[in-house]
C-alpha cells in the first residue's frame, strides 16, 4: 500500500491559512505569505487540510507522484 502525502499547488493557493489551521501534524506553513508548503516529513496523509482548503489547492496523492512543493 503506498504512502500518501498532501501537496499544495502554488498556482492556485490564496494563502488563507485554513491548510495550516487544521493540519493536526504542523506539516502546512505559509511560505512568506506566498503560498502554502507541505513538509513532506511531519505529514501524514490525513487529508484535513485537503478539506479545510476554500481554493482547492491541495491535493492528497501517493508518495512521489506529484512534484515537490516549490517555493516562491
Avoid at 500518501?4 to 505569505?33: H, Q, T
Amino acid at each position: 500500500m503506498a504512502k500518501k502525502k498532501a501537496y499544495s499547488d502554488r498556482n492556485i493557493c490564496v494563502s488563507c491559512g485554513a491548510c495550516v489551521l487544521d493540519c493536526p501534524r504542523e506539516a502546512i506553513e505559509i511560505f512568506k505569505g506566498c503560498h502554502a508548503v507541505v513538509d513532506l516529513e511531519k505529514c501524514v496523509g490525513c487529508g484535513l487540510c485537503y478539506r479545510a482548503c476554500p481554493a482547492g489547492a491541495i491535493s492528497i496523492s501517493d508518495v512521489g507522484k506529484e512534484a515537490a512543493n516549490v517555493v516562491c
